[in-house]
Each structure stands twice: as structure tokens, then as C-alpha cells.
């Protein structure tokens, strides 16, 4: 079975510029979570997806949007990029279909430096 | 949120040693995971423990959910277990884990 997939795995932006990342969960995986992870912050919940919906939203300005479409595959997309979202941005997908959250299991990531 | 604690932050070690990580947390959690990450960022699956003990060869885990910590131990360490060590845990609260700063690892030959 194919684990979580991201693309793209690294890329470079310029200030002011938007980026959009993607990411494909496990096969039959419908909720799908994006985490930031940078050196001064550690790892920080962005959002939760689930048929659809977000559920969940961390504590990130509204620069920072995602969406899920009905095969479960899920977008974040960061818009007027500033220099301190430079970050690996990590896609989870998780088997949990309600109440708390189950097991995890991460891609490999998208690394994003902004210049 | 939840605070979650990591300790010790860094460990070195020479191959063939024994070693224990440790986790607590400031608030009950429904689910606890231990990760390792590897040299291009993705988090590895370890254990996911909400109580109790699992062993995966030489790594196993213990969670005492009433106390709310968990300790990772790592028996015969290898160079390839060097890396970057987290815990996270979640409440009640949909997708959502708290992660802690993690241990780095690192195993000389």
C-alpha cells in the first residue's frame, strides 16, 4: 500500500509570491492534517480535512488555506509568502474517521524557502 | 494546548548502548505516537501507545496514561538509529497532535 504522498518536495519562492502544495493520503485514508515545522517553532498543527471539511484550524494567519476534494487528496496553499514561512511543510493521513485523533502517518514532506 | 516535554533534548551515544527517552504531558491524551525523523524530514511511524508496553524489536515503548508520560527505549543502539526523536499526543480535539521538541540522537560508531 502507497504511503502519504507530497508534492512537490522542494521549492523555492519569492516574498509577496503563493505557493500551492499537494498531498495524496493512504489509500482509504479520509482525514488528512498538515503540520508546519520549522527549527524556532517545532511542529505546529495547520488544519484537519475530513470528507471535505475542515474540522480543525490551528493557530496560523488566513495567508495559510486548504481544501480536500471527494478522492480525499488535500491542497494548502499560502498566499503573500513571507520570509519566516520557510518551513517543511508535513502532510498525515490518518484512518480515523470521528472522535479524537487516531494514528498518524506522514509524508515526506515539502520543503519551502522563501527568498 | 497541551504541553508536551522531551527529555533529555540531546543524547550521544556509542554504538551498543542502552538508552531511554521520556515524554510527559501537561494534559490527559487520547493517543500517543513516537516518530522518528529521518535525515530528509519524514516522520517515521515507532509506536503508537496510548497505555501500555510494545516492543518492535530493539525498540519498545511504555505509556502510563494516568501519569500522563511515556518513555521510548532503545536497546543496542546502531548508527542508524541517530536522528531526531518525537512524541506527540492529542486530545479531544479532531487531526490534531501536540508534538514535543524532541530528542536528538545522535550514535557514534
Known amino acids: 500500500k502507497a504511503g502519504v504522498t507530497q508534492t512537490p518536495r522542494y521549492l523555492i519562492k519569492t516574498r509577496g509570491q503563493q505557493v500551492t502544495l499537494s498531498c495524496s493520503p493512504i489509500?482509504?485514508?479520509?482525514?488528512v492534517s498538515w503540520y508546519q515545522q520549522t527549527p524556532g517553532q517545532g511542529l505546529q498543527f495547520l488544519f484537519e480535512?475530513?470528507?471535505?471539511?475542515?474540522?480543525n484550524k490551528g493557530n496560523f494567519p488566513g495567508r495559510f488555506s486548504g481544501r480536500q476534494f471527494s478522492n480525499s487528496r488535500s491542497e494548502m496553499n499560502v498566499s503573500t509568502l513571507e520570509l519566516g514561512d520557510s518551513a517543511l511543510y508535513l502532510c498525515?493521513?490518518?484512518?480515523?474517521?470521528?472522535?479524537?485523533?487516531?494514528?498518524?502517518?506522514f509524508g515526506e514532506g515539502s520543503r519551502l524557502t522563501v527568498l | 494546548g497541551i504541553q508536551v516535554e522531551q527529555s533529555p533534548p540531546d543524547l550521544i551515544l556509542q554504538e551498543g548502548a542502552n538508552s531511554t527517552l521520556r515524554c510527559n504531558f501537561s494534559?490527559?491524551?487520547?493517543?500517543l505516537q513516537w516518530f522518528h525523523q529521518n535525515p530528509w524530514g519524514q516522520l517515521i511511524n515507532l509506536f503508537y501507545i496510548p497505555s501500555g508496553t510494545k516492543q518492535n524489536g530493539r525498540l519498545s515503548a511504555t505509556t502510563v496514561a494516568t501519569e500522563r508520560y511515556s518513555l521510548l527505549y532503545i536497546s543496542s543502539s546502531q548508527t542508524t538509529d541517530s536522528g531526531v526523536y518525537f512524541c506527540?499526543?492529542?486530545?479531544?480535539?479532531?487531526?490534531?497532535?501536540?508534538f514535543g521538541r524532541g530528542t536528538q540522537l545522535t550514535v557514534w560508531p
Open positions: 480535512y475530513f470528507s471535505e471539511t475542515q474540522r
Open positions: 506527540a499526543g492529542g486530545g479531544s480535539t479532531l487531526g490534531r497532535l501536540y
Open positions: 498525515a493521513s490518518s484512518p480515523q474517521t470521528w472522535g479524537p485523533t487516531g494514528e498518524l502517518f
Open positions: 494534559d490527559s491524551v487520547n493517543n
Open positions: 489509500s482509504g485514508h479520509r482525514s
